[in-house]
């Protein structure tokens, strides 16, 4: 085969024995690589479709407050559940093992920083992914292997904005409030696990939660919580939207949003921690 940019193609097999490992590796290297690139430029052009669609208001505005509904109201209980529970442990590993002589205080220093910080934020936004991701990916890309998103085409809708803006909408504004809910049920879940389990005071306790205290802290959760509710929101629409046709192929775009949506949380935490956290020191 000729290609007239690469001239003649030829076959792994087709070379020596000797050549053809490297061939393969070389050759698996560079497909990888033109998938990766590929995949960066489709999700950019995605995001471009996004941000127009955001002009057509007269069709996301009436459908935001369902997506809010569906996102944040219905995933308080499994927020709150979560979050009491990383509470209590905090305050139990915290608070056993102290060195002896450490002012117990530190337990309540510590279960604000780890919750506030990182876990609040972190862990809602990985348990929101396998939650209200999937779902999300797998209603998009029902519609699209039923041809749903072609009828409203038909229609003449715009699919990005009666699908994606709405969800991605919903996500950045509910995602904060989340948030806001599981710190504030972790830190009381630590509060009462450090009074009644341990020996830890009521002032004690209290004395380390207001210790260093700065506004920003809660800036900074805030922000990583915005962070992530617009990538489960995106990464998640954006697979659903490119599914596969059948069965199968929405099954592998919600797979695969989950996992991508859950590795791009853990690497937006890393780089806001990296860009922000010289910044917390109250």
Aim: glycine share 8%.
């Amino acid at each position: 085969m000729t290609s007239p940019l690469y001239g003649s193609h030829r076959e792994t097999d087709e070379f020596p024995m000797f050549q053809r490992a490297g061939l393969r590796f070389l050759r698996r290297m560079a497909q990888a690589g033109m998938a990766t690139f590929g995949g960066v430029g489709a999700r950019v052009d995605f995001l471009r479709q996004t941000i127009i669609a955001v002009g057509f208001v007269r069709t996301w505005a009436p459908l935001v407050v369902r997506q809010m509904r569906s996102i944040g109201v219905s995933s308080l209980p499994l927020t709150a559940i979560v979050a009491a529970f990383i509470g209590s442990v905090i305050a139990l590993q915290t608070r056993y093992q102290l060195f002896p002589g450490i002012q117990l205080s530190v337990v309540g220093l510590i279960a604000r920083q780890s919750l506030i910080l990182e876990l609040g934020p972190l862990l809602t936004g990985l348990v929101l992914t396998g939650r209200v991701g999937a779902r999300m990916t797998a209603e998009i890309g029902t519609m699209r292997v039923t041809e749903q998103i072609d009828a409203l085409e038909t229609l003449a809708y715009n699919p990005v904005a009666y699908l994606v803006v709405p969800r991605v909408i919903a996500g950045t504004i509910m995602l904060p409030l989340l948030v806001v809910f599981a710190d504030a049920i972790g830190v009381l879940m630590a509060f009462f696990t450090a009074i009644f389990a341990t020996d830890v005071t009521w002032n004690q306790f209290s004395e380390g939660l207001r210790l260093s205290f700065s506004i920003f802290q809660v800036f900074y959760s805030l922000l990583k919580a915005t962070i992530f509710g617009i990538a489960i929101s995106f990464f998640c629409s954006y697979e659903g939207y490119t599914a596969d046709v059948g069965a199968e192929g929405v099954g592998r775009s919600t797979a695969s949003a989950v996992v991508l949506t859950s590795v791009a949380i853990l690497v937006l935490d890393a780089l806001t921690a990296i860009m922000l956290a010289p910044y917390l020191q109250g």
